[in-house]
């Protein structure tokens, strides 16, 4: 479950890395953002680049706290939790990034093992579970490459099966299709539809229009950082950008 | 189970490239000698401190003038005197605890230095000289110790009460005092004023040297933090990732400690390895200052000659490295995981 009432978000030094060396980032990027999505929800987060979709996400994956409003994830009160309450809810979330945010030092296959290591899972477990992941996405013989040795779309179907490989109960994906052959994408939705109807809330940001009219569903679309629009049937007119139409 | 990455050996923040195995261990290894030096100096100088107050100092030595001249009592002044001090030897009075009379050639010997030749061939009337140990902690000893108190107190009547005896009696009376009354014009000459100041030199000697360890830690700490800090800036990205997928603090603090305190642990015995040939080189030429000198004529014997004390402070500096290592790579990665939700 999540609900957000009236949360902003301004990126200060603490919040952003690369806050001390972008003055933009130290504008308001969320306003005023409420909406809610009950367990094992499922919504399309539609809207231009730079609508505020990657900042909703962090904010979501717990890398940023609101600077305003409240934020509850998976029954948590976020601007209320402890520092160290933390750690044990990011573990039940999984999430796809743009950019994959892969270990570069680590194989495929330890890259994927990470969140069922960090869940405590015995090793032996682990092997069996990450190979079946790898299997899934079709990288079994890739198993022991590095993620430079990986094209775009071997890495991004392995950052996929790391997120989804500790059956999270929150999934953030953002553009998880990017890099991914419409075979691969089929099978990624196909695997989001399924966790989403075993139980897992999704949030799947995107530009990929044909994408969303091919799984229709609700969907949050943002526009310089302020929520438009949150229904199932999305006006993708309402974004009003060029960006958004043409991507 | 607690969450964690995989043990340190595994390496999944990519510590062993960002954190690297030769400036830090180097820097270890130099301060593992530095502190080996200045472990054994302060040793050292306690050692000797010690000795000179078991040894030398806690000598004291008696002159007779007119050794055969008659005494009260019936006898000669150097009888009296010796009866005095084999009485006070006997019964432990005044921290005597033992008095030989020398020989006329040792005490020739003695002033050859001075006169240049033998004494007996100038025909010298030379005094009876008594060496006598005293008991170092004994109060008598003390208060001579500080200033030449020794006679302090009651000489008062004590020989007239029963000569020597009588003065033992008195518990607090003085050697010369004693000495006195049975040979008027002896001289006694003690070490306690040179022995004072050799202590406090010492004392200083340790004092400084227990400076120098800290600092030594003290830079071992910020060396390890600068480099810890190093890898969090070469790890970032991946320190976020794991973060993000809900590692702990702990469970990424663990590694970089493992890694940093094994490092600082190989350095520095690596330096312990370097600095103990030096240390038993520096043994050697400190030998004649030392009680046993005599065996300090193997490798074997300067090793087994050197303090126990220094030997097992030594072997602890690589654990102490391991620990500094540990415990500042903890406190800096978790201090800066803190700047993270």
């Excluded at chain 1, 392995?158 to 994906?173: D, G």
């Excluded at chain 1, 966790?195 to 310089?224: C, E, F, I, K, S």
């Excluded at chain 2, 690297?20 to 270890?28: A, F, H, Q, T």
Aim: hydrophobic content about 50%; proline content about 5%.
């Amino acid at each position: 479950m999540v609900r957000l009432e009236s949360v902003g978000l301004r990126y200060g030094r603490a919040d952003s890395p690369g806050a001390g060396h972008n003055q933009a980032l130290h504008d308001q990027v969320l306003h005023d953002v409420s909406f809610y999505i009950p367990g094992g929800g499922f919504r399309w987060l539609l809207g231009p680049s730079g609508a505020g979709k990657t900042s909703l996400l962090r904010l979501l994956m717990l890398a940023v706290r609101p600077s305003s409003g409240r934020l509850e994830v998976l029954g948590t009160a976020i601007e209320r939790c402890k520092r160290r309450d933390l750690p044990p809810l990011r573990r039940r979330i999984g999430t796809i990034f743009q950019d994959f945010r892969l270990l570069p030092h680590l194989s495929a296959f330890d890259n994927v093992a990470l969140p069922v290591r960090l869940a405590g899972r015995p090793e032996g477990q682990v092997r069996a579970d990450v190979e079946e992941m790898l299997r899934f996405v079709g990288l079994t013989r890739r198993s022991d490459a590095r993620p430079a040795e990986l094209s775009g779309g071997e890495q991004q179907r392995v950052a996929i099966a790391r997120a989804v490989i500790a059956r999270p109960k929150l999934l953030l994906a953002d553009e998880p299709t990017g890099n991914l052959d419409d075979v691969q994408a089929t099978r990624l939705m196909q695997l989001l539809i399924e966790l989403n109807r075993l139980g897992t809330t999704a949030v799947v940001a995107t530009h990929n229009q044909a994408l969303v009219q091919r799984y229709p569903g609700r969907a949050l679309v943002l526009a310089d950082g302020r929520l438009v629009q949150d229904g199932t049937d999305v006006a993708f007119a309402a974004c009003d950008g060029t960006q958004w139409r043409g991507a | 189970m607690r969450p964690s990455l995989r043990p340190a050996k595994a390496d999944d923040l990519g510590l062993r490239r960002a954190l690297s195995d030769r400036l830090l261990p180097l820097l270890v290894t130099a301060m593992t000698i530095l502190a080996a030096l200045t472990l054994a100096g302060a040793i050292a100088a306690a050692g000797l401190a010690r000795h000179w107050r078991g040894g030398a100092a806690t000598m004291v030595t008696v002159q007779v003038p007119d050794p055969s001249d008659a005494a009260p009592g019936g006898t000669t002044r150097a009888v009296a005197v010796a009866r005095l001090l084999e009485m006070l030897q006997g019964r432990g009075g005044l921290g005597v605890s033992g008095a030989r009379l020398l020989t006329e050639p040792e005490v020739g010997a003695l002033l050859k230095p001075w006169l240049g030749v033998d004494a007996a061939a100038l025909s010298l009337k030379l005094p009876a000289v008594f060496e006598v140990r005293m008991k170092y902690s004994s109060a008598a000893f003390a208060a001579g110790a500080a200033g030449d108190a020794f006679a302090a107190g009651a000489a008062g009547d004590a020989f007239a009460a029963g000569a020597a005896g009588a003065a033992f009696a008195a518990g607090a009376a003085g050697l010369d005092a004693a000495l006195a009354r049975v040979a008027p014009g002896t001289l006694v000459e003690r070490n306690g004023v040179w022995l004072s100041r050799l202590t406090g030199l010492a004392a200083s000697l340790q004092a400084c040297a227990a400076v120098a360890l800290a600092m030594v830690a003290f830079i071992a700490a910020a060396v390890v933090a600068l480099a810890t800090r190093a890898g969090l800036a070469a790890r970032r990205d991946a320190i976020e990732i794991v973060h993000g997928l809900g590692a702990p603090d702990r469970a990424i603090a663990g590694p970089f400690s493992a890694r940093i305190s094994g490092l600082a642990f190989g350095g520095s015995l690596l330096g312990l390895i370097l600095v103990v040939p030096l240390l038993i080189g520096l043994a050697q030429v400190s030998a004649p200052f030392q009680a046993d000198a005599a065996g300090f004529h193997s490798p074997e014997a300067l090793l087994a000659a050197l303090p126990v004390f220094l030997w097992v402070s030594l072997a602890a500096l690589p654990l102490a490295a391991g620990l500094i290592g540990w415990s500042t790579a903890q406190l800096t990665v978790r201090g800066w995981l803190r700047r993270l939700p």
